[in-house]
């Protein structure tokens, strides 16, 4: 289990039901950047799934003052190449007026101390190719596996 912080100044923590609406601005954000809609039964479901510790996922979020200015959503889930889990970071996003902050290195950081806390054997994602002002953090934080996502 994520354990809940008192909020400081700048924080990171799990992941509340009482961060719905702050969290829904930061959503919508997101989805604006990579230029996607979602039905809203399908952002509802999600935050849902995000709060309920019996999902295998989590969500820390950033925050200054009481207000949310990103977070990280994760997937846990077995591999094929290790005995222990995978954690996909799936979704990483700071408002863009906190960005150079250091809260996306932050929450990074917070995700792979919460998987060594599940013993995942791995923590991934993944960003678009022309993402460079991410993918200048990432490449400080992890590296690039080679590997080229296909869908159906």
């Given at each position: 289990?994520?354990?809940?912080?008192?909020?400081?100044?700048?924080?990171?923590?799990?992941?509340?039901?009482?961060?719905?609406?702050q969290?829904?601005?930061?959503?919508?954000?997101?989805?604006?950047?990579?230029e996607s809609d979602l039905a809203e039964d399908v952002t509802e479901l999600t935050f849902q799934r995000l709060i309920d510790e019996t999902e295998p996922m989590f969500a820390l979020v950033a925050e200054n003052q009481g207000c949310l200015i990103g977070?990280?959503?994760?997937?846990?889930?077995?591999?094929?190449?290790?005995?222990?889990?995978?954690?996909?970071?799936?979704?990483l996003f700071v408002q863009p007026d906190a960005r150079g902050s250091g809260?996306?290195?932050?929450?990074?950081?917070?995700?792979?101390?919460?998987?060594d806390s599940l013993k995942c054997e791995r923590v991934y994602w993944l960003t678009r190719e022309d993402n460079a002002t991410a993918r200048a953090l990432y490449d400080k934080v992890a590296r690039v596996s080679g590997f080229i996502q296909y869908r159906r």
């Open positions: 289990m994520i354990r809940r912080q008192r909020k400081t100044a700048m924080n990171i923590r799990a992941l509340a039901a009482s961060d719905h609406v969290w829904l601005a930061l959503w919508r954000g997101y989805l604006a950047f990579y977070f990280a959503h994760c997937v846990l889930h077995r591999g094929t190449w290790t005995r222990g889990d995978h954690c996909y970071l799936e979704d809260m996306g290195r932050a929450l990074i950081q917070a995700v792979y101390a919460h998987a």
